[in-house]
């Protein structure tokens, strides 16, 4: 995927002078060697950094300002080998603005039942020394996330490869750019929101263009570029013969392909990480962007339609959690139902913009009427999404006085032949069932628009909620609809009191 650098995760050890020299020449050893063996084994999408053991306040304050000014550090894993007295944790915490993990391990797996003596006892000391250092986390208040369990355990590199991935995300957030073509569908209320808010909140501005900035981008590709752009549509794509050159439409895959050279630059030359359109919004665009957004979107660019500004930052936040792993990410609207009792599913799509990286099959470019907007019919790629596995569908709505994100697990399924819908598309079933699933969704507040992928689980999306300091509420196999009412309402308070007044 496009732009998304190559980040660092600091390994921050702490302990304290009372051991001497030679025992923290050791727990700076281990610490070494935790990271080695995890850059080497874990997989991690991005790199560990060892940072010299810390054991006073000055170092770690001034290690929590080296990393908030770092451009290439997205994180924080803090481990006590030993005994740390957490008052020296107090300047270095309260400064620190990257997202931080607990790392509750300990670096031998074993207990040494024969040998084990005061020294050992005196070094491998993480069963006590990260619980001071949780409880001033948590008299501080500070989001984070605990982690424990032995370093090598997959279990425990997965659970801290998740949240890895949501600090990549959160990092790609802070100062990022979102294009909006046009403003947001006239009267519709979910898809707007305070963009001031959103800003403080969330750390990403969106900046609003007249359709005409984008048409006057357009006008300046070359013929050249589009015959280029043409054969790579011919290799990739299943290209409808009216719309291969010297067929009937041929004119219509030149438009659309003149569209997205006109995006791409645009989005290019103003460091744009997604954008929105919207149909009202047209003027002098012959057709709706449909193929040339969802190519973008392949390319890594979050998308919403309609001027859903919100949604398309959230896609290009998931695409980044995604990124190298299976099953793609698109932008979804929950479209159409089947109701046949006990076995209900939805039909998910869009009018058109639907992202082949969740595709199973070659994608087709197809032209229709698009039966709403009054242009010329518009570009698609038509396509079944990949069926048979979990996936999730997220939405970030505004409560007004605050955000909220949803991820609600469902289970996918082949969609049945469709031989007149054209438009990609995707089946599932909501978890826990159809009706609560629906119902609580509703209750939440939730979109018609999501994020949608297989890729990801809760917990990557539950991490990057902490990370924003916003409310997580997840609606998977546990959920009951009695409890999630409770938990709508007791968030409610939290939030009225953890965000009352304004603080961030
Ligand atoms: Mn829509």
New binding site residues.
Partial sequence: MKSIPQLEIWFVTGSQHLYGEETLRQVADHSQQIVDGLNSSAKFPHKLVYKPVVVSPEAIRNLALEANNTPSCAGWICWMHTFSPAKMWIGGLTSLKIPMLHLHTQFNRDLPWDSIDMDFMNLNQSAHGDREFGFINSRLRKERKVVAGHWQDTKVQSRVDAWMRAAAAWKDWQGGRFARFGDN?RQVAV?DGDKVAAEIRFGFTVDGYGIGDLVDSMNTVSEQSIDELIQVYLEEYEVADELKPGGARAESLRESARIELGLRTFLEAGNYKGFTTTFEDLHAMPQLPGFAVQRLMADGYGF???G?WKTAALVRAMKVMAEGLEGGVSFM?DYTYHLAEGDEKVLGS??LEICPSISAEKPRVEIHPLSIGGKADPLRLVFDAQGGSKALNASIVDLGDRFRLLVNTVETSKPEPLPKLPVARAVWKPYPDFHTGCEAWILAGGA??TGYTPALSPEHLEDFASMAETEFFLIDEETTLRGAKKELKWNDLYFHLAHGLGHT
């Fill in positions: 569908m898809t919403a339609g309609e859903d609207e869009h009018m018609h628009h």
